[in-house]
């Protein structure tokens, strides 16, 4: 079967640092995206690892390891527009993503 | 980067009628869209996936004669809630991907459509 997990919902404080965990077991894995998406729009792209390790963009990071089915988000100096819910998704390949429930992500002051 | 434009954002309806939603590839062609429904605090859930010139793919537990879908062109798939009750009330999302040589690198998202049936 396919399963992708994630946290439900993380609180952390503004500027601090916060990993958003995704472990999956799908069919076939071409990819793993993240997603961020505010409540009553469209997701919008954050990263997409093909490869295992890390890669870096500005305030986000991505990691993955294929091996053990696991990837994470790494949202640091957070800032308080970064409450939204963090999706992660699995390309199977054949065009098919899978997405993860999301986890709501709360930073206060 | 690529645009997909989504029509309407929000619709309103009585139970009962139907509702056609737009997904229009603005600066690409989208030989393949795809079809989400999202309910409150979950994620998105695969409908179906619309191929231009062929028949619709629906995931199981979809019903195709409700959820109607027609790719007439490479920019422009549409998705018809046909006969409408309060229980399709949902967000719809549609999405193209980003085809770059044999390899797709992201899915662009339409702004999606909050469907309420009353």
């Known amino acids: 079967g396919q399963n992708i997990d994630q946290p439900t919902e993380m609180t952390a404080t503004e500027g601090a640092i916060v990993q958003i965990n995704c472990t999956y077991q799908?069919?076939?894995?071409?990819?793993l995206f993240w997603y961020q998406q505010h409540a009553g729009e469209a997701p919008t792209f954050l990263s997409y690892?093909?490869?295992?390790g890390l890669e870096e963009k500005g305030r986000f990071s991505s990691f993955l390891s294929r091996s053990k089915g696991y990837s994470y988000l790494l949202l640091k100096e957070l800032q308080m527009k970064d409450s939204a819910s963090y999706l992660c998704?699995?390309?199977?390949?054949?065009?098919?993503?899978?997405f993860g429930a999301g986890t709501r992500l709360f930073v206060k002051a | 980067g690529a645009v997909v434009s989504q029509h309407p954002s929000r619709v309103i309806c009585k139970s009962g009628t139907s509702v056609k939603i737009e997904c229009r590839s603005l600066?690409?062609?989208?030989?393949?869209m795809f079809w989400y429904r999202q309910f409150p605090k979950k994620s998105l859930m695969l409908m179906a996936t619309?191929?231009?010139?062929?028949?619709?793919?629906?995931e199981q537990g979809v019903e195709k004669d409700k959820f109607l879908i027609n790719h007439a062109s490479l920019t422009l798939s549409t998705l018809t809630v046909t006969s409408a009750h309060p229980e399709d009330s949902s967000f719809y999302i549609c999405s193209a991907p980003n085809i770059q040589g044999a390899e797709d690198t992201e899915a662009f998202f339409g702004q999606g459509t909050r469907l309420t049936v009353v």
């Open positions: 690892n093909v490869l295992d």
């Open positions: 799908t069919s076939g894995f071409n990819g």
């Open positions: 619309s191929n231009e010139g062929s028949k619709a793919t629906y």
């Open positions: 600066d690409f062609q989208a030989t393949t």
């Open positions: 998704a699995v390309y199977t390949g054949g065009f098919k993503t899978i």
